[in-house]
């Protein structure tokens, strides 16, 4: 299947940084890919859909001045959390589509995830 | 919105035995219905996926069977493997993906 990178894969900050996670797609283009956010044992939470040279739509309850993400090109999206506070240590995981007619075209892929730690 | 329910949370099985996941989701103009398979630490593998348009697909131990008519999907894996033990999530898509709780499978030896 496709492959998505996520880096970094472990970020550890203090309260009140910023942090940014990069999303890339390697081997295809993806003209939107979606952030999710898991905390330990639960399900993925859709955070944003984000369109390639677009703004993101963000999902009920989410802050879009706190997650910013920019999908500057087919290949890239990113994701800063602003001012982080321990209460958004979490393991951030971005998805992508392939589009158009690549082989896959739909299928949606997942990165490794990115754990995030503030202190 | 989407909503998907994912029963059980938790199952157990015995090494090669079957064990099935259920998935019921509300939204009827989803039409793609993928699995995925998390170990800890790790993002979501695409483990197989159906669309609306079939009723049953199957990729070596694994089978997914679809019933739109009652909005239901399930997962079938046979002969499961220690290494089968992991968290599997069901989702649904209309405009986005979305998941539901996960079942942890265990599966001992």
């Known amino acids: 299947g496709a492959v998505v990178s996520q880096h970094p894969s472990w970020v550890i900050c203090k309260s009140g940084t910023s942090v940014k996670i990069e999303c890339r797609s390697l081997d295809f283009q993806a003209t939107t890919m979606f952030w999710y956010r898991q905390f330990p044992k639960q399900s993925l939470m859709l955070m944003a859909t984000?369109?390639?040279?677009?703004?993101?739509?963000?999902e009920q309850g989410v802050e879009k001045d706190k997650f910013l993400i920019n999908h500057a090109s087919l290949t890239l999206s990113t994701l800063t959390v602003t001012s982080a506070h321990p209460e958004d240590s979490s393991f951030y995981i971005c998805?992508?589509?392939?589009?158009?007619?690549?082989?896959?075209?739909?299928?949606?892929?997942f990165g490794e995830g990115s754990r995030l730690t503030v202190l | 919105g989407e909503n998907v329910e994912q029963h059980p949370s938790t199952l157990s099985v015995q090494e090669g035995d079957s064990a099935v996941i259920k998935c019921t989701y509300s939204?009827?103009?989803?039409?793609?219905f993928p699995w995925y398979k998390q170990e800890l630490g790790k993002g979501p593998q695409l483990i197989i996926d159906i669309r609306s348009n079939v009723g049953e697909k199957k990729d070596q131990r694994i089978a997914v069977t679809l019933n739109k008519t009652a909005k239901h999907f399930s997962l079938h894996i046979t002969e499961t493997q220690p290494e089968d033990s992991a968290v599997y999530f069901c989702?649904?898509?209309?405009?986005?993906?979305?998941f539901g709780k996960g079942t942890t499978l265990s599966v001992s030896s």
């Open positions: 998805s992508a589509r392939v589009s158009g007619l690549q082989t896959y075209t739909g299928e949606l892929f």
């Open positions: 984000s369109n390639e040279g677009s703004k993101a739509t963000y």
């Open positions: 989702a649904a898509r209309g405009t986005a993906l979305i």
């Open positions: 939204d009827s103009a989803s039409n793609y």
